[in-house]
Nanobody
Framework: QVQLVESGGGSVQAGGSLRLSCAAY????????MGWFRQVPGKEREGVAA???????RYADSVKGRFTASRDNDKNTLYLQMNSLKPEDSAMYYC????????????????????WGQGTQVTVSS
């Protein structure tokens, strides 16, 4: 069983930066697709980024050029560096593991991910 623990959320002003971390326990996830999602109350959970085990990463259009996902397989950890934050980036952020080598074209769909963290809140004020 994979346990995912996110950290690094907080409150920041627009234009600021945050770095989220997602540590995996109980299983080595270096061979799996890992993703970041976010959700605001009343809306669907949306894909933000997903990274293959080889480091190739895809992003939602809304965060391209501002967010960077990376992984440290030695530490069994996924990161999300978020720069130039906007109020519309405010959400609960979740990391997830999809037990496949490739994230594939439907990486943004939450139904394909088997393991989820508890989430970390990001609040961006204008």
């Amino acid at each position: 069983q994979v346990q995912l623990v996110e950290s690094g959320g907080g409150s920041v002003q627009a234009g600021g930066s945050l770095r989220l971390s997602c540590a995996a326990y109980g299983y080595t996830v270096s061979s799996f697709c890992m993703g970041w999602f976010r959700q605001v109350p009343g809306k669907e959970r949306e894909g933000v980024a997903a990274t293959n085990s080889d480091g190739y990463t895809r992003y939602a259009d809304s965060v391209k050029g501002r967010f960077t996902a990376s992984r440290d397989n030695d530490k069994n950890t996924l990161y999300l560096q978020m720069n130039s934050l906007k109020p519309e980036d405010s959400a609960m952020y979740y990391c997830a593991v999809r037990p496949t080598y490739w994230c594939s074209d439907n990486w943004y769909s939450k139904q394909w991910y088997s393991y989820w963290g508890q989430g970390t809140q990001v609040t961006v004020s204008s």
